[in-house]
């Protein structure tokens, strides 16, 4: 039974960083995101590709366990150009096609309207207003954005905030978005919009949640080869989510065992390029890296 639903980008990325260059890659927020649940939970993803879409990638996420029901097939497939100097944490983007995403109807298959653990992650903020619409009283929706949609769609962004329990942002979209340089404002604006939590991701530099008494700071792993970052956000929010559905806890102690889980994640995800590391990632991997935030911790 699918216990998270996940709408998002499926693409084909090119990406360049200091460390190599790939090509219509498997790539996209929801295939990160699902790829990262998947370790927890069982995803199921809505999302739209092209009919250029290889079918070797389809196959690398059916080996995943991810459900593609809701995945629609249209015109040409999401096209993301990016690339990252050598301060890593910031993706420049060179190009965005929408392509099939410019036309994508959301439409929620019948048997993922009751999933209870929803991540609304980086795609059109109206469509994520529109899968969240179609769907029976979730228990916990988790929704991420980034500039492009800060800058092209600013109020229905802030429209989807209101409506969900938990913000992932990374740093430079809090910025952006509250129009601030600083981050304790960002979140405290943020809160007052509705979600109970906000996540500011700071890219190798950790995660800080806020929530309405309190806060809490994630380490970043000291991570000696990175490779290429894309997808670390959506991996962060994948394995965030997939472990709150898999221990149904939303006390504040498990949420924060769950930006550790993301963080692990995430950091692995940097290691090599695109999915390439997910896809031979394994629940020890994760555990072993889990124990080490945990030593880092104390003091
Ligand atoms: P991140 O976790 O932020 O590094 O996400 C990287 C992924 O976001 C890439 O695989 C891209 O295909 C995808 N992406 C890039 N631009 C957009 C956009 N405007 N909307 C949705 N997804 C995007």
Redesign the pocket.
């Given at each position: 039974m699918n216990d998270v639903l996940i709408i998002?980008?499926v693409?084909l990325?090119t990406i360049e960083t200091p460390f190599g260059k790939v090509e219509n890659a498997l790539?996209?927020?929801a295939?990160?995101a699902s790829f990262a649940a998947s370790f927890f939970s069982k995803p199921a993803i809505l999302s739209v590709v092209g009919k250029d879409f290889p079918n070797e990638y389809i196959d690398s996420m059916k080996k995943r366990n991810i459900d593609l029901e809701g995945l629609k097939v249209a015109g040409k497939t999401?096209h993301?150009e990016?690339f990252y100097e050598y301060d890593m944490n910031e993706?420049k983007?060179r190009k965005?096609e929408l392509n099939s995403l410019e036309h994508f109807k959301v439409d929620v298959p019948q048997e993922y309207k009751n999933i209870k653990y929803v991540f609304l992650a980086?795609?059109?903020p109206e469509h994520q207003l529109e899968a969240l619409n179609q769907m029976n009283k979730p228990i916990l929706v988790v929704l991420d954005t980034?500039n492009?949609?800060i800058s092209h769609k600013k109020n229905s962004v802030l429209e989807a905030i209101k409506k969900v329990d938990v913000l992932l942002l990374?740093d430079g979209e809090a910025r952006q978005l509250f129009n601030t340089a600083n981050l304790v404002k960002a979140a405290n604006e943020a809160l007052s919009l509705g979600p109970k939590a906000v996540i500011i991701k700071k890219g190798e530099h950790g995660a800080l949640l806020f929530t309405k008494n309190k806060h809490f700071s994630a380490p970043g792993y000291p991570l000696e080869n990175i490779r290429d970052?894309?997808?670390?956000?959506?991996?962060f929010g994948g394995a965030f989510i997939g472990y709150l559905a898999k221990t149904k806890d939303l006390d504040e102690k498990n949420l924060r065992k769950s930006i550790v889980y993301g963080s692990v994640v995430a950091s692995h995800n940097a290691e090599d390029f695109g999915l390439n590391r997910l896809k031979q990632l394994t629940m020890d991997d994760i555990e072993k890296r889990y124990k080490e935030f945990q030593d880092m911790r104390e003091f």
């Open positions: 998002g980008t693409a990325d790539g996209g927020s295939t990160y999401f993301w990016g993706a983007t965005t980086n795609i059109d980034m492009f949609w990374n970052p894309t997808g670390c956000g959506d991996s």
